[in-house]
């Protein structure tokens, strides 16, 4: 079984920084994406940041110029830098990776770590 744990969650004024870290543990054959997702009270889970095995990256229109996702697939881990937060980023963040495990298809989810951005 592949574990995801994300780290880096806490409380931060509004302009602040965090960098949040996701570590997996287990056996990944290959990683094809590696992606930051979020999710408010009462929302939908919403894509916050991903990047492919090559260094591609993709944001949501919202963390584009303040968020950075950054990874290494070796080691098996993902990691969000974020600047200028908002109270609007405010949500547990998960971590997800996705690739090919013992011949098979993997999509594996963090538990998740709370961001609180105070106005």
């Known amino acids: 079984q592949v574990q995801l744990v994300e780290s880096g969650g806490g409380l931060v004024q509004a302009g602040g920084s965090l960098r949040l870290s996701c570590a997996a543990s287990?056996?990944?054959?290959?990683?094809?994406?590696m992606g930051w997702y979020r999710q408010a009270p009462g929302k939908q889970r919403e894509l916050v940041a991903t990047i492919t095995s090559s260094g591609a990256t993709n944001y949501a229109d919202s963390a584009k110029g303040r968020f950075t996702i950054s990874g290494d697939n070796a080691k098996k881990t993902v990691s969000l830098q974020m600047n200028s937060l908002k109270p609007e980023d405010t949500a547990v963040y998960y971590c997800n990776i996705q690739g090919r495990q013992w011949g098979r298809p993997l999509d594996s989810w963090g538990q998740g770590t709370q961001v609180t951005v105070s106005s």
């Open positions: 287990g056996r990944i054959f290959s990683i094809n994406v």
